[in-house]
């Protein structure tokens, strides 16, 4: 069984930098089409954040290009997301998540395993 476990989220300083990781169990992330990152407030849908395909390509949600960040690790089997100029804004829980086959996409409905969310809270 696959598990995906989130960490690195807590309370930052506008303009500052967080990392967060994704971890997995029950699988590697080479064998996956992608992992991606989403993010979720209590008043949005699911944003997409970020992607990282099994190649290696990566993309990047508009409201993050240039500050954000995805990136994997194959030895260690985790998925690091860097999160730099952070702002009110990108307030909120974020997810990891992967998606076994299929086509690429920024849409959730396309990723089969979750991880529980980590909260990340940028102060003004």
């Known amino acids: 069984q696959v598990q995906l476990v989130e960490n690195g989220g807590g309370l930052v300083q506008s303009g500052g930098s967080l990392r967060l990781s994704c971890a997995a169990s029950?699988?590697?992330?080479?064998?996956?089409?992608?992992v991606a990152w989403f993010r979720q407030t209590p008043t949005k849908q699911r944003e997409f954040v970020a992607f990282i395909t099994r190649r290696g390509s990566t993309t990047y949600g508009d409201s993050v290009k240039g500050r954000f960040t995805v990136s994997r690790d194959n030895t260690n089997n985790t998925v690091y997301l860097q999160m730099n100029s952070l702002t009110p804004e990108d307030t909120a829980v974020y997810y990891c998540?992967?998606?076994?086959?299929?086509?690429?996409?920024?849409?959730?409905?396309?990723?089969?395993?979750w991880g529980q969310g980590t909260q990340v809270t940028v102060s003004s």
């Open positions: 029950g699988s590697i992330f080479i064998s996956f089409n992608a």
């Open positions: 998540a992967a998606a076994a086959m299929g086509l690429v996409t920024t849409f959730p409905g396309s990723y089969d395993y």
